[in-house]
């Protein structure tokens, strides 16, 4: 298990820029996948961005251009950078890592976005 600690969360107004962190336990170069779940009120927890041991990257339609997803493997961080935000992207962020097949969760950061 790797545990997951998130920060960087916030209220900011449309069009601005937000940068989350996620501070693994241990060296996350073992870790296969690591990525970012959101969840909003009443709405089910969907993939952001996820970002693979090769640097391969992914990201929902919706973040697509907007968001990225970056690692720095000597700090044992993933990070989210967000721009151009919108309302919609209002959520509580959450990390996530599949270390040999095993998911790990951190408990989340919110994310308010204000019109």
């Known amino acids: 298990q790797v545990m997951l600690v998130e920060s960087g969360g916030g209220l900011v107004q449309a069009g601005g820029s937000l940068r989350l962190s996620c501070a693994a336990s241990?060296?996350?170069?073992?870790?296969?996948?690591m990525g970012w779940y959101r969840q909003a009120p009443g709405k089910q927890r969907e993939l952001v961005a996820r970002i693979t041991r090769g640097d391969s990257t992914n990201y929902a339609d919706s973040v697509k251009g907007r968001f990225t997803i970056s690692r720095d493997n000597a700090k044992n961080t993933v990070y989210l950078q967000m721009n151009s935000l919108k309302p919609e992207d209002t959520a509580n962020y959450y990390c996530h890592a599949n270390r040999y097949g095993m998911d790990s969760w951190g408990k989340g950061t919110l994310v308010t976005v204000s019109s």
């Open positions: 241990r060296s996350i170069e073992s870790i296969n996948a």
